[in-house]
Structures are given as C-alpha cells and as structure tokens.
C-alpha cells in the first residue's frame, strides 16, 4: 500500500529563515518522490522531483529535497523564506503501475511572516 | 503551448442541479486525469483516461459521476444530481505518457452547491 504523511499541516517562518517542510512515505513499490506547490487560485506546480538519481533534489525557487530510503523521508528544505514562498505544499509518490498512480499528502500550509 | 485549461473557474449550484466540467489537456499529452481536492484534504483521484483505451473510472465516488473525453483531447466531468459534499476544487492533469512522467495540473474548478 502506497502512502504519504505531511507531519505539519501548517508551518510559519519568518522571512530570511529557514523551512523545513517534512513528509515521510510508505510504498510497497520503488517510488518516484515530487514536492508540488499550490498559490491561492492557482493551480498545482511542479517545484521537483526524485526518481532514483541522486538523493538530494534541486527544485525551482531555491529548494530541495533530500531522499532517505532508511527513514522514508523526502524532506523539502530552503535556506531562506521569502514572501512569495507563501503557498500549500503538497508531498506525492508516484509508482509505476495502476491508473491511480499519484498519492498526494493532506498538504502543508506554508506561512511567512515579514 | 499553453498549460492545462479548465473551465469555469467558479461555478455555484444548487443541489440537484447536474454541472458539466471542461477541461483542455496540453496538445500531445495522452493522459488525461481528474482529481477532487476537498478543504484540508489532499487530492483525491476520479478518473483516468489514457489513449483510446477505455478510462479508469475506480475513483469516482457514485454513480452520479462520469467522464468523457472526446477525440482523445478535451474532456468533460459531469456530476449529476449534485450533492452538498461534492463542493471542492476539480483538478485536470495531462501528461505525456502516464508512467514516470510529471503530471501538468490546470487551475481548477471550484464547485460550491448550495
């Protein structure tokens, strides 16, 4: 069974510090791992992905991703918050069989304070 | 090209009325998905299409709903006798091809019924 848990469903930083956006995984298959962002009445946006290459993921926007097969987390981090990074976060594993092959987490509501 | 289109945007009814869904894949994808996202949940698969094989339908949840998708592009989700519970967000996603391929997300459909 495939599943994926956003540990926070809301996180608030202020700007210029760090974020860590947490999600942990559970497959019975090799997933591919994707980190989605969601602005107010905008659609989904890809912000990057881990498919088996290398453990740590650069995305857009100055974030990324560390894949650990050993705690089942794919973590998505940034060094520096900036206003515009105010958005819902969605974890999602993709496995390579079936129709209904994307799982998406309940999502993470990111907050920055100026 | 163009992203993922759906229309409308907004669209408010009342119960029992039967609301129709467009969406507009980007030009070559040959995977088409239709996912609900309900507050504070994550996105819940409906329907798939691939092809012109014949649609995944294991995530619609009644009979009420149901999909086409014409000439293997636009597609069309209808809900009939709408109920108060089927108010949420409606996401269209395409891709190139379903397996290890990123899904390209539309804007989305906002259903409120009254």
């Known amino acids: 069974a495939q599943s994926v848990t956003q540990l926070d469903s809301h996180v608030s930083v202020s700007e210029g510090t760090p974020v860590l956006l947490r999600c942990n995984y559970s497959?019975?298959?090799?997933?591919?791992l994707f980190w989605y962002v969601q602005h107010p009445n905008k659609g989904l946006q890809l912000l990057l992905k881990?498919?088996?290459?290398?453990?740590l993921v650069k995305g857009i926007n100055g974030f990324e991703a560390e894949f650990k097969k050993s705690e089942t987390s794919f973590h998505l981090t940034k060094p520096s918050a900036h206003m515009s990074d105010a958005a819902e976060y969605f974890c999602v594993v993709m496995i390579q069989t079936g129709a209904n092959n994307l799982f998406f987490g309940t999502g993470t509501r990111l907050t920055v304070i100026p | 090209g163009a992203g993922v289109s759906q229309s409308p945007s907004n669209k408010v009814t009342e119960k029992g009325k039967d609301v129709e869904l467009r969406c507009d894949p980007i030009s070559g994808h040959t995977a088409l998905y239709w996912y609900r996202q309900s507050l504070g949940q994550g996105l819940e698969f409906l329907i798939y299409f691939q092809g012109n094989s014949a649609p995944d339908k294991s995530g619609l949840p009644s009979d009420r709903f149901s999909a086409e998708r014409t000439g293997g592009s636009v597609s069309t989700l209808t809900i009939q006798r709408t109920q108060q519970e089927d108010s949420a967000v409606y996401l269209c996603?395409?891709?190139?091809?379903?397996?290890?391929?990123?899904?390209?997300f539309g804007p989305g459909t906002r259903l409120t019924v009254t």
């Open positions: 996603a395409s891709s190139q091809r379903r397996l290890a391929n990123e899904q390209y």
């Open positions: 881990y498919t088996s290459a290398a453990t």
């Open positions: 497959s019975s298959y090799s997933p591919s």
